[in-house]
């Protein structure tokens, strides 16, 4: 099933006009005429199955015949990012992350990241994108533009973890998250955290966790701790 993204929320009988670009994608690649079925998500929790109504100057009109909405979790799974050199690795993870329903993700600076600027706008496009293809009802809150001790300081619910490479005793993630669960991970840059950042963290609360035997590229670990905390929660 195609979907198209509408973010606003929806009720039954409304009729609603798709973005400039939702337009073009559904006249000119799936060649939709009026009178066809649609279906409508708006990453708000809302599903709404619909009619094409109108279509003048590339602009397609929908009927919504039916409403689905579903409940947000109670619990929140979260991943913290450090900002990564090639962006086109961040877009990937952003894209996955959508996809497997992350609650909010975080992108930082830390000691031995390159600052960067993030592109809100193509980050945007990506998460649209990955919430179509998922059918995910939920769009991930983004945040970026963070230092370190920013995310550190902040208030999380649950509980709160970071992975890091050094050679210390540290529980699996897979054994230290607990299904249903709230919780966070931070994730370093390339060249991981640096010593001071890990002890800091220890002091915000953080919980060293490990994701396996395997040396993994950053945007490679962080969807693996992403998966370990969704699997436990299936």
């Not at 000119?28 to 094409?52: A, D, F, H, Y």
């Not at 877009?91 to 996809?99: G, L």
Request: net charge negative.
């Amino acid at each position: 099933m195609n979907y198209f993204f509408h973010p606003e929320t929806m009720s039954e009988g409304d009729n609603l006009l798709l973005t400039d670009e939702e337009s073009r994608h559904a006249i000119k690649v799936l060649r939709l005429k009026k009178g066809n079925s649609i279906q409508l998500i708006n990453g708000l929790g809302q599903s709404g199955e619909g009619e094409i109504k109108d279509i003048a100057a590339n602009c397609v009109s929908v009927m919504i015949n039916d409403v689905i909405s579903e409940k947000k979790p109670d619990h929140e799974i979260s991943v913290a990012l450090a900002m990564l050199k090639k962006k086109d690795r961040l877009e990937w993870f952003i894209e996955k992350a959508v996809e497997l329903a992350a609650t909010k993700i975080f992108i930082f600076n830390s000691q031995h990241t390159e600052k960067s600027n993030i592109d809100a706008k193509r980050l945007n496009k990506i998460s649209v994108s990955a919430l179509k293809q998922s059918g995910n009802l939920w769009m991930p809150e983004i945040i970026g533009g963070l230092d370190f001790r920013n995310i550190i300081s902040a208030s999380y619910q649950g509980s709160k973890f970071i992975a890091h490479c050094r050679d210390e005793q540290k529980q699996l993630l897979r054994d230290a998250y607990h299904a249903s669960q709230s919780a966070i991970v931070l994730i370093g840059p390339e060249g991981d955290f640096s010593e001071p950042e890990i002890k800091q963290s220890y002091e915000h609360g953080f919980v060293p966790v490990g994701l396996g035997n395997l040396r993994l590229r950053a945007e490679t670990a962080a969807l693996t701790a992403l998966l370990t905390m969704q699997i436990a929660n299936q």
